[in-house]
């Protein structure tokens, strides 16, 4: 007769037993503009131990796969065609690939539309049943229905921002930049470029269906141009990059009603520093600790650091560092804390920083990693 525990047992020895260890190695997949040399989707494999970057190799042949999402199975990978490129058809702009987490291999899966033009930020929700996509050049936001096979089905929704704000050279119409989730799935979030608004949706991901939410939306200072946007670990609070003004925005977040509120504005230049010709920002991101917060400075080829008020959410400047190579379109943070990978577009190089745990400041490491225009970077655990 086997042996049964009783309940009590079973949850000391769950309890007592070793935690899972870290993943030794991940698979860093690169998006890129594809001018040549570029081919498409490329991969490299991160030593969390050294930092050490292998050669890249081409994962994918693809159309200007700008930006990349990462199915939460860990299986799918799915990448936007930013091109506009006269041979699209209605039927791409989004890719789906199935992923082999040991071999790092992609084959692609199938193509679909997101039902607007200039698709260039998606996610995936973390019930792994819709793909959101943020559409610049249509200002508009979808909804994409994925199947269990991480096929992409049809759009569940298309919805059209409207309005202007006062830069004439870019805010003439509405630029949805990015789409993101809220830490309880029930919130999506569009910082929109063009109309210097962050619009609130809520998701049924169940039908890939986005309605707006009772908030509707917040606001940004009038020629800000809010690009990215990034949820503190808490849940607490979220902070905006604004790409025309250099600004970071801190919001103090109230999940039930999926309400943001704006508590701090504060420059991505160091301070008593003006912004330079030709300086815009890109990507934000917070730290796993929730203790720092790292934004990207086009033009001035830099990441300013910030450290993270514990209670309020509030920005403390900390350093800039230059990130050894031109345009920081984008920056990754490797799941462990450990190291930030800064994409520089026009060196056509990635720089590794090492991110000290108390202070959040940066130290290059390692020699260049050469990639051609990288844009975006995904990491994935190595099984």
């Not at 799915?78 to 039927?91: N, V």
């Not at 790092?104 to 199938?110: A, E, I, S, V, Y």
């Not at 420059?267 to 600790?289: D, R």
Request: hydrophobic share 40%.
């Amino acid at each position: 007769m086997p042996l049964r525990l009783a309940p009590i047992a079973a949850l000391l020895l769950a309890l007592l037993a070793p935690a899972a260890a870290a993943p030794a190695e991940f698979f860093v997949y690169f998006g890129t503009y594809t001018k040549a040399p570029s081919q498409g989707i490329y991969r490299s494999r991160l030593d969390v131990a050294t930092g050490r970057l292998s050669p890249v190799e081409l994962a994918a042949t693809a159309q200007d796969p700008a930006f990349l999402a990462l199915h939460p199975n860990g299986r799918f990978l799915y990448a936007i065609d930013e091109s506009s490129a006269p041979q699209r058809t209605p039927t791409t702009g989004l890719s789906a690939y199935a992923l082999d987490p040991t071999t790092g291999t992609l084959q692609l899966l199938n193509q679909q539309t997101p039902g607007d033009s200039g698709p260039c930020h998606l996610t995936v929700d973390a019930t792994g049943r819709s793909l959101l996509v943020a559409n610049y050049g249509g200002g508009s936001v979808s909804a994409i229905a994925l199947q269990p096979d991480g096929r992409l089905g049809a759009p569940g929704s298309v919805i059209k921002h409207t309005g202007s704000s006062v830069n004439l050279s870019r805010q003439k119409a509405p630029h949805a930049h990015a789409i993101v989730l809220s830490p309880d799935n029930r919130f999506a979030f569009t910082p929109d470029l063009g109309i210097d608004r962050v619009v609130a949706y809520q998701l049924d991901p169940a039908s890939a269906r986005l309605t707006p939410a009772p908030t509707a939306s917040t606001t940004v200072p009038p020629g800000s141009g809010p690009r990215h946007l990034t949820f503190h670990p808490t849940g607490r609070f979220a902070y905006v990059i604004n790409e025309l003004l250099c600004t970071m925005t801190t919001f103090a977040y109230a999940p039930a009603a999926g309400a943001l509120t704006a508590v701090q504005t504060i420059s991505t230049l160091p301070p008593g520093e003006s912004t330079p010709k030709g300086t815009s920002t890109a990507e934000v991101q917070v730290h796993p600790s929730g203790k720092f917060l790292y934004g990207s400075n086009r033009g001035a080829n830099t990441i300013v650091v910030y450290a993270i008020a514990e209670k309020t959410g509030q920005l403390t400047y900390v350093d800039t560092v230059p990130t050894r190579g031109k345009t920081p379109r984008h920056f990754a943070l490797d799941p462990t804390g450990t190291w930030l990978l800064a994409e520089n577009q026009d060196s056509n190089t990635v720089a590794i920083f090492r991110i000290d745990q108390t202070s959040g400041r940066l130290t290059p490491t390692g020699p260049l990693l050469e990639v051609p225009s990288p844009v975006c970077a995904v990491f994935v655990a190595v099984r």
